[in-house]
């Protein structure tokens, strides 16, 4: 599966919104992008997925460039409960099996302030 | 949709004895469940995927003979850590699947101290 990139941490305040870039230099042509959200002693949670271009839903947008060598996770308007640890995978849509697994990196640590 | 759910949510036992966590899909049927180990401030590690009705395939580093995987229905898999020891204490959290192509679903975990 690629390796994917995020920065450790990251940090705002209420009201603004947090783009948190990821970067996948070796992703697959049926590689998809997902983003997980993980509060403290909980499991993650699916935010979006995306293959290419945008895709919006309820909760965040995805941004996909044309060469998908990076994927920017958008969340409008944080409050205080979107602190949390936001994990970007690559893989096949096929998720599963011992060759196709998902594969959490090291996440990006978001804190909101007050 | 897609709840899952995990049991205990914090276990704290003595060395040596085993331990099982169950995982249910609650609203819809998952043909794959999978279990991860969290150590505080790491990242989720998978451990082993088990396919309903078929024999667990564990990623490698993990003993078969020490975390027992049982997934006898489309809603339920069960992880039993035997004659668990003090480095086996962890965050345990197991998620579902429908299936291929589907995002997984993950339930909240269960913290595991040994004694």
């Known amino acids: 599966l690629a390796k994917t990139t995020q920065p450790i941490s990251m940090d705002s305040y209420e009201g603004q919104e947090v783009n948190i870039t990821c970067s996948h230099n070796?992703?697959?042509?049926?590689?998809?992008i997902t983003w997980y959200q993980q509060f403290p002693s909980q499991g993650p949670r699916f935010i979006i997925q995306?293959?290419?271009t945008k895709v919006t839903n309820e909760v965040a947008s995805l941004f996909i460039p044309a060469d998908r060598k990076s994927s920017t996770l958008s969340l409008p308007r944080v409050s205080l409960s979107d602190t949390a640890v936001y994990y970007c995978?690559?893989?096949?849509?096929?998720?599963?099996?011992?060759?196709?697994?998902?594969?959490f990196g090291k996440g990006t640590k978001l804190s909101v302030k007050p | 949709g897609a709840v899952v759910s995990q049991h205990p949510s914090r276990v704290i036992c003595k060395s040596g004895t085993s331990v099982k966590i169950e995982c249910r899909s609650l609203d819809f049927q998952a043909t794959t469940m999978f279990w991860y180990r969290q150590f505080p401030k790491k990242s989720l590690m998978l451990m082993a995927t088990s396919n309903e009705g078929s024999k667990a395939t564990y990623e490698q580093g993990v003993e078969k003979d020490k975390f027992l995987i049982n997934h006898a229905s489309l809603t339920l898999s069960t992880l039993t850590v035997t004659s668990a020891h003090p480095e086996d204490s962890s965050f345990y959290i197991c998620s579902a699947r429908v299936a291929q192509g589907q995002p997984q679903h993950f339930g909240d975990g269960t913290r595991l101290s040994i004694l």
């Open positions: 995978l690559v893989g096949p849509m096929n998720y599963g099996g011992s060759q196709g697994n998902l594969i």
């Open positions: 070796n992703i697959a042509t049926n590689d998809y």
């Open positions: 995306g293959y290419k």
